[in-house]
T-cell receptor, first 118, second 112 residues
Framework: GAVVSQHPSWVICKSGTSVKIECRSLDFQATTMFWYRQFPKQSLMLMATSNEGSKATYEQGVEKDKFLINHASLTLSTLTVTSAHPEDSSFYIC??????????????FGPGTRLTVL | LAKTTQPISMDSYEGQEVNITCSHNNIATNDYITWYQQFPSQGPRFIIQGYKTKVTNEVASLFIPADRKSSTLSLPRVSLSDTAVYYCLVGDIVGNFNKFYFGSGTKLNVKP
């Protein structure tokens, strides 16, 4: 199946610093990538949709100036958490949309990035 | 905005067949149904996807009735390693994207 990677797998940073998380589709081109956030014992929450070469679309309640998304190529999207604070500590997961031969693309998920803000 | 409803949790024993049902009463004509498995601190893993009737692959079967308002994921002969959260999702086409809004999922606990 399609493989999606994330880097780093975990990161610890000080409050007020910025952190960049990379999401790569390794064996397919993904015109659309998605970013999710998951708090402990909760479900995934969609943050934004990222399309190659265009601005990301953010879900209601997600601050676009705080969570900067760049989709510079068909295999790479980045999420930058700016001026991180402890409440931003979470598990961030990306997914990439790969055509499955049906009318609905199948999303393949990365392994996630654990962010801890001190 | 989750469009699906699943039982919060289920218990089973090793070797049994497990059926997890999902309700999606407002599924759109073009929506497909996709199931994912998630272990703690990992990203969801694709299990199976279907549109209608029955789909089977090497790990599971997906049963979808004619009205498509529900679906059932069937896991044959589960093992302890199948203990995980299972999510049912329907494709939400907004513009050119297929967004997924996750519901609570079903926590499957397989006992020895």
């Amino acid at each position: 199946g399609a493989v999606v990677s994330q880097h780093p797998s975990w990161v610890i940073c000080k409050s007020g610093t910025s952190v960049k998380i990379e999401c790569r589709s390794l064996d397919f081109q993904a015109t659309t990538m998605f970013w999710y956030r998951q708090f402990p014992k909760q479900s995934l929450m969609l943050m934004a949709t990222s399309n190659e070469g265009s601005k990301a679309t953010y879900e209601q309640g997600v601050e676009k100036d705080k969570f900067l998304i760049n989709h510079a190529s068909l295999t790479l999207s980045t999420l930058t958490v700016t001026s991180a604070h402890p409440e931003d500590s979470s598990f961030y997961i990306c997914s990439a949309s790969a055509p499955s031969g049906t009318s609905t693309d199948t999303q393949y998920f990365g392994p996630g990035t654990r962010l801890t803000v001190l | 905005l989750a469009k699906t409803t699943q039982p919060i949790s289920m218990d089973s024993y090793e070797g049994q067949e497990v059926n997890i049902t999902c309700s999606h009463n407002n599924i759109a004509t073009n929506d497909y149904i996709t199931w994912y498995q998630q272990f703690p601190s990992q990203g969801p893993r694709f299990i199976i996807q279907g549109y209608k009737t029955k789909v089977t692959n090497e790990v599971a079967s997906l049963f979808i009735p004619a009205d498509r308002k529900s679906s059932t994921l069937s896991l044959p002969r589960v093992s302890l390693s199948d203990t995980a959260v299972y999510y049912c999702l329907v494709g939400d086409i907004v513009g050119n994207f297929n967004k997924f809004y996750f519901g609570s999922g079903t926590k499957l606990n397989v006992k020895p």
